[in-house]
């Protein structure tokens, strides 16, 4: 079509525009004033809670912190000053960390069969990974119990390893499906361009494909950890004695929520904030470099 | 090694699946199976529990917590309906609408999500309160009577699971929107389509994968879920989730627990299935990367 034949479409669809029904004007005030305004609302909607928790952490509240008492400072200069809340935010973090770790490996191995390999069994492969996901965390957690409950002596009593042992299972998934997301359409040229320059596997791999695949992996492994250090469902099922900071939190609810919970929420909040926004800037700075722009083509 | 892995490429892709593939194998099946197993014990917490294969538990259970169940699946469900009707015009704008704000659109709607799922929950109590941010206010100029209350009501329970899975929806439906080539909706318009006509013949059946994978990331967690029942409602809105937690843990009757976990399990895996053979296995997880 040419230039002046597009204008004229355009033209004539205007004309339709400025008439048109009642409804056909509504649906355009809809579209121009409704839908922004919702968008904002939503928006608003969704961050009330957390706006909600990040004013309560700086409350001058005593025992329980459930209504507005003043400013203060106080939980803030001393965010473990809660007896039992140390050793829960210690454990979260030593949990959330192995397991990334250990999931993050494990997932990324089965992405890269999953995008780059031909093989047999690729269906069962795919079911495999998806009914953890597709899995009510409820049943994840009690289905484990009576494993462990069966095992008495090797994962009975149970304590921080069964806790690590479920959490590197639900999190084994969402590490393959960002992988999987991340690696599609992976230049193969590039390692081939290594191996034909007399590169072996090991050093293609470590030199090319790693580095390519990269931003992936730190997306699963933060998406891993947030998983992990938020998890209270399955958790309370396989930590038995054990605390951890959601557990801790569960925990003191009826007696009424310490301030420092709220701080150490906040800071969790602004950590995770930090990374996904670090993550995005490196990700937009490489997609400058020209081999970084054909990973996305 | 290498030499073997060469002439085998096939090799490598088992060699890559074997670790991640056996521990799901050992900590995901081998427990769904245990737990059928413990579903099938007889006896105590005092005395000891032997395996006696008694299936009558299933139809006992299930008739004993008929109306827990009925509940789970009616609040899963309700959320999942208020999910798409909020998160569509949410996505809709984002991938169509947010030009250069569209990644900041998409952040402020995941960044809530970095909270705590337990202090978002408490957030909301705090805020639904009958004191509280929505209601005092409210109160205090006559709008509500005195007595009214969400908090401790099915209304909370539904509102929480709506509010903690929203972006379990919206994400999947941006996801599929953001695909539609806008030249598409151009030549709806030019061949005179009215708004409705273009989103109801175009946009809507273009985003349909979008639609079943959030329907399917929402309802899942939404029926299993528990946490928002607890913290929101009242002993009147228990959901399936609340009695298999209190079964394993408070009681220590680990049959009746398994039993109805293994049901809600059974019941979800079944629409999966179905769903699985219908648009198959690697859409499934396709959609599900959203």
Known sequence: ?297 | MSGLLRRHPTAIAYALLAPGLLYLLVFYLVPTVQMFLVSLWTGNLQDGYSLTFNFSIYPQALSHYWDQFVRSIVYGGAATILTFMLGFPLAYFIAFRGGRYKNVLLFLVIAPFFTSFLLRTLSWKLILADDGLVLAPLKSLGIVPDGFRVLATPVAVIAGITYNFLPFMTLPLYVALEKIPPSLLEAAEDLYASNWQRFRRVTLPLALPGVIAGSLLTFIPAVGDYVNAELLGSPQSQMIGNVIQARFLQVGDYPTGSALSFILMAAILVGVLIYARIVGTEELLGGASA
Do not use: C
């Not at chain 1, 998806?130 to 009975?156: A, K, R």
């Not at chain 1, 998934?173 to 991340?182: C, E, F, G, L, N």
């Not at chain 1, 090319?208 to 947030?226: D, K, N, Q």
């Open chain 1, 1 to 297: 079509m040419t230039a002046t034949g597009v204008a004229t479409t355009t033209a004539r669809v205007d004309v339709a525009r400025s008439r048109g029904t009642f409804f056909q004007r509504f649906g355009r005030g809809m579209d121009r004033w409704l839908l922004p305004i919702y968008v904002f609302v939503a928006v608003a909607f969704l961050a009330l809670p957390v706006l909600v928790m990040i004013a309560f952490s700086f409350n001058d509240a005593g025992r329980s912190n459930v209504r507005w008492q003043g400013f203060s400072l106080d939980a803030w200069l001393d965010p473990l000053g809660r007896s039992g809340l140390q050793a829960a935010v210690f454990n979260s973090i030593t949990i959330a960390l192995l397991a990334t770790v250990i999931s993050t490996i494990l997932g990324v191995l089965i992405g890269m069969a999953l995008v780059r390999h031909v093989f047999r069994g690729r269906g069962i492969t795919n079911l495999l990974i998806f009914l953890p996901m597709s899995t009510p965390e409820i049943v994840l957690g009690t289905s484990l119990l009576t494993l462990y409950l069966n095992l008495p002596g090797i994962l009975f009593p149970l304590g921080l390893h069964t806790i690590l042992i479920a959490h590197v299972m639900f999190n084994i998934s969402y590490v393959v499906v960002t992988i999987k997301a991340r690696l599609q359409g992976f230049p193969r040229h590039l390692e081939e361009a290594a191996m034909d320059l007399g590169a072996n596997e090991w050093t293609t791999f470590w030199r090319v494909t790693f580095p390519l695949i990269l931003p992936g992996v730190m997306a699963a492994a933060l998406l891993a950890f947030s998983l992990s250090i938020d998890d209270y469902v399955v958790t309370s099922f396989t930590a038995g004695q054990t605390p951890t900071f959601p557990l801790f939190i569960y925990g003191s609810q009826q007696r009424g929520i310490p301030v420092q919970v709220n701080v150490i929420g906040t800071i969790i909040f602004a950590t995770a904030v930090g990374f996904v926004l670090l993550s995005t800037l490196l990700s937009r700075r490489q997609k400058l470099d020209p081999v970084e722009a054909t990973v996305d083509e």
